[in-house]
């Protein structure tokens, strides 16, 4: 039987950011049911940082954790985490009035967006149809986010302050003794802890049910998404991330390749999902109606769960009925690109310590994350 300060249920980007940070301050073990962490929702992200979007709570998270991207602690990755993208919003419908009132709303938290008409769209990106283009909105801070390095120096942090990240370790059961410590049996072995933390993605309504906890409601929804080859002998490497404005697909440079999807938001139950044809069917067409390009067929397929509570807010607090249950779920598409805020937000809050100031000037407090707001009133 291994003893923790914390354990951490779920090794995905919610679960590996809080241990990265809770790791400075206790024994902290990790446990993730699949075979290596981040397989069902954080390595299936397109992973791009914006401030231009989301609810108040999500921009805040954002702009907080914009600092970490930019300068992560010595030793922590061995190249950038974010590369300037910028990301053009279209108007493919001739919805003026929509196309302002999301730059309004952008231009709220990011200064630097601008609105552009279709001719300056189409410089921007010239593989847009002109005729289809009536104006679009220009956000130059969006960047591409390295996922993965964010991801493993989160993990490496957790193993270097002496904690441990165990996969094929699906948790089967929870209880809590009368001294106020957890047991955690995952079937091949007993781990103990006062405080488990709930970061299981979209399993987290699962595992907080096996800790005797009312469920927060969330619902996993399947986004899709492929790979494609662009025009032959064409840079396209500088070129931004394409999104329409009434949200039907959205496209970006990739690794040489462009990283396609039809934007969809399907509600299912928590599982290995899989991508439906229609889905990527839908998003080659809405890609090729819009743009000159021709997709012959997509070299990758496939599709992940991003999970939403009812108010859109990602939450991190203690359960408001169950002592020494902490969740740290619903991070619906914005989970990576909130990480570092998230991530030091759960590591305070799990310790009843204040939030940093860092964070608290962008307006975060705890009754803002805490699941307790989610309760009827």
């Not at 091949?188 to 699962?206: K, L, Q, S, V």
């Amino acid at each position: 039987m291994s003893h923790a300060d914390f354990i951490i249920i779920g090794g995905g980007i919610a679960g590996a950011s809080t241990g990265f940070w809770l790791s400075q301050h206790g024994k902290v073990i990790v446990l993730e049911r699949e075979s290596h962490p981040g397989y069902h929702s954080t390595g299936r992200s397109a992973a791009l940082y914006t401030a231009a979007y989301g609810t108040p709570q999500v921009r805040a998270l954002t702009l907080a954790s914009r600092e970490f991207f930019d300068n992560p602690p010595p030793g922590f990755c061995e190249h950038p985490l974010l590369t300037p993208r910028g990301e053009m919003t279209v108007d493919f419908i001739g919805d003026a009035a929509e196309l302002n009132a999301q730059y309004l709303s952008a231009k709220a938290t990011v200064s630097q967006v601008e609105l552009l008409s279709a001719d300056e769209a189409c410089a921007k990106l010239p593989i847009l149809r002109r005729e289809k283009v009536h104006g679009a909105l220009y956000d130059p801070t969006a960047s591409d986010i390295d996922t993965d390095a964010l991801h493993q120096g989160y993990l490496r942090g957790i193993r270097r302050n002496g904690g441990e990240v165990l996969t094929d370790h699906a948790v089967l059961g929870l209880s809590r003794d009368a001294a106020g410590v957890w047991q955690v049996n995952t079937g091949e072995a007993t781990y103990t802890a006062p405080i488990i933390i709930n970061a299981a993605g979209a399993w987290a309504d699962t595992i907080g049910a096996l800790a005797g906890a009312a469920a927060i409601g969330l619902q996993p929804k399947r986004r899709s998404a492929f790979i494609f080859a662009g025009p032959e002998g064409v840079d396209t490497h500088h070129w931004p991330m394409l999104v329409a404005l009434d949200e039907s697909f959205y496209m970006k440079p990739d690794a040489g390749m462009f990283l396609g999807s039809p934007a969809n938001a399907d509600p299912v139950e928590p599982q290995d999902i899989q991508p439906e044809e229609l889905d990527i069917a839908m998003g080659i067409y809405q890609i090729e109606e819009a743009t000159t390009l021709t997709i012959r067929r997509p070299t990758r397929t496939w599709a992940g769960l991003r999970s939403f509570v009812s108010d859109g807010d990602l939450i991190s607090g203690f359960d408001p009925k169950v002592p020494g249950l902490f969740w740290v779920a619903a991070q619906g598409g914005y989970g990576i690109q909130t990480s570092p805020a998230m991530g030091q937000a759960s590591a305070a809050l799990v310790r009843d310590a204040e939030l940093p100031e860092a964070l608290a000037r962008f307006g975060l407090d705890a009754g803002m994350l805490s699941p307790a707001r989610l309760e009827p009133h």
